[in-house]
């Protein structure tokens, strides 16, 4: 079983960042894949992000590409995203989730991932 709790969410202005947290525990973490997605209101869950713990290769979605930087912390254990140059569109509650067994990336379907954080509140106002 994987707990992962969120951090670090807010309101912040068009342009600004923001860098969220995710806390994990109760896994080996050396086969363990992890990911951000977000879910704005009325809209479906979407695929933000994901790198796999034992080599650190990484995905990101087009709209985030070049803006957004995920990353882990082994000794640690805690995945970062960080979020720059922010746009009124990335206002969504962004989830952490995590697969384990995996040593590759995935699909980018919420589907895929076995669990999952809390989510955390990303709010860009223009």
């Known amino acids: 079983q994987v707990q992962l709790v969120e951090s670090g969410g807010g309101l912040v202005q068009a342009g600004g960042s923001l860098r969220l947290s995710c806390a994990a525990s109760g896994h080996t973490f050396s086969n363990l894949l992890t990911a951000w997605f977000r879910q704005a209101p009325g809209k479906e869950r979407a695929f933000v992000a994901a790198i796999n713990w034992s080599g650190g290769s990484t995905d990101y979605a087009d709209s985030v590409k070049g803006r957004f930087t995920i990353s882990r912390d082994s000794a640690k254990n805690t995945m970062y995203l960080q979020m720059n140059s922010l746009k009124p569109e990335d206002t969504a509650v962004y989830y952490c989730?995590?697969?384990?067994?995996?040593?590759?990336?995935?699909?980018?379907?919420?589907?895929?991932?076995?669990?999952w954080g809390q989510g955390t509140q990303v709010t860009v106002s223009s």
């Open positions: 989730t995590a697969r384990a067994g995996v040593y590759v990336l995935g699909p980018r379907s919420p589907g895929y991932y076995h669990y």
